[in-house]
């Protein structure tokens, strides 16, 4: 008993007391830690010096570091040199003036051949830029990835041989016999040349894809191509000889305002899909020119400006003319359809040096 009224009375006599200190709040200590990092490697330049003599990439002693260089080295190769890889390479980057042979795949992010020869008998995984300024051959193989192929020189494509992402600036590219070239993303024609050799070689655009004729350079075309995709025709004059060009069945083949003139002295442009042109109004009357044979089976929509089509032809589904643009039917043989619809308020002109077999109706017809 005599213990709690002793506690009682200290309770209370706490209470009462002003000249108590306040509860001090202790703060939490904080103790710095170091959070470990993953291991990092900087990349390096491995410098080719071929001190192994045999040529052969698999061989340390050919490196100026006495080591393979790997996914975060970049291959710099100089002139005078012929190099064969055998197995997979996967590198960062590599500079080559010299002659290499890839006989594995290779996966890359950057890669500029400025001479000699390169050969790829393996695919080519790609994240960024493959600049071919020299002579490359590609073997039956595929490049993939984001990147994009540059080329400045001239390529062989010999068996069916796929790029993601093409570009031909000034450049050749030549289709081997038989062979099919597949674009699955973008090919992007600036100038230059697609040539093909022996019986059936094609450039074949997916119906994923995009064939883009860019720039005011001069586009030549000797090899059948299959348009699946879109083809828009932006720019400069495209010459073929003798080539057989299928706009296929819901594919898309649109003629922009700076495109040229289309020469070929007996090719053919087939439209199986929708063909679209689009010009300013010429006040020379000339417009965009088709100089091919043009056969078409489905849809043509003239929207502004004047199609010429100068080579004769079949015409066959629909064409819807814009007003105030023009359909010309000029310098050659043109059977027209029975079933040809012609829509529009546009107009549709035939050329005195043009023949016309069929009759159509249209809303504006004229004889010139």
């Excluded at 390169?118 to 020299?134: I, M, Q, R």
């Excluded at 993939?144 to 062989?156: F, K, S």
């Excluded at 081997?176 to 070239?181: C, I, V």
């Excluded at 043009?294 to 043509?300: D, E, H, K």
Aim: hydrophobic share 45%.
């Amino acid at each position: 008993m005599l213990i709690s009224l002793r506690r009682l009375w200290n309770a209370l006599t706490r209470r009462n007391d002003t000249s108590a200190k306040p509860a001090v709040k202790r703060r939490r200590r904080y103790r710095p830690f170091a959070e470990p990092l993953e291991d990092r490697v900087t990349p390096s330049v491995v410098l080719w010096d071929n001190e192994g003599l045999d040529g052969l990439w698999e061989n340390p002693v050919n490196w100026s570091t006495n080591q393979l260089p790997g996914v975060l080295d970049s291959a710099d190769i100089g002139l005078g040199f012929s190099i064969t890889a055998n197995s997979n390479v996967a590198v960062a980057g590599i500079t080559c003036q010299s002659n290499v042979t890839f006989n594995g795949e290779l996966s890359v992010v950057d890669a500029v051949f400025s001479s000699g020869q390169v050969v790829f008998n393996g695919d080519v995984h790609l994240d960024a830029t493959l600049e071919l300024d020299g002579t490359a051959v590609f073997n039956g193989v595929a490049v993939d990835g984001d990147g994009v192929v540059q080329l400045n020189g001239m390529a062989t494509a010999n068996g069916a041989v796929a790029f993601q992402n093409l570009d031909l600036v000034g450049a050749t590219l030549a289709i081997g016999f038989g062979g099919t070239t597949t674009i699955y993303a973008t090919m992007n024609f600036a100038a230059g040349e697609v040539l093909g050799a022996g019986v059936l070689p094609t450039l074949l655009i997916d119906a994923a894809a995009t064939l883009n004729f860019v720039e005011e350079g001069d586009k030549h075309i000797d090899c059948a191509v299959e348009n699946f995709g879109a083809t828009a025709w932006t720019g400069g004059d495209i010459y073929s000889d003798a080539v057989t060009f299928t706009n296929k069945s819901g594919a898309t083949f649109s003629i922009g305002e700076e495109a040229g003139n289309w020469t070929d002295a007996a090719g053919v442009l087939v439209n199986e899909g929708t063909l679209t042109s689009e010009g300013v109004q010429d006040p020379m009357g000339v417009g965009h020119r088709i100089g091919i044979e043009f056969n078409s089976a489905n849809l043509v929509h003239v929207t502004s400006g004047i199609l010429t089509l100068a080579a004769g032809g079949h015409l066959a589904g629909a064409v819807t003319i814009a007003g105030a643009s023009s359909t010309v039917l000029g310098g050659g043989p043109f059977f027209l359809n029975p079933g040809l619809v012609v829509q529009g308020q546009g107009f549709m002109i035939q050329e005195t040096d043009a023949t016309v077999t069929g009759t159509v109706t249209a809303a504006n017809y004229l004889l010139q």
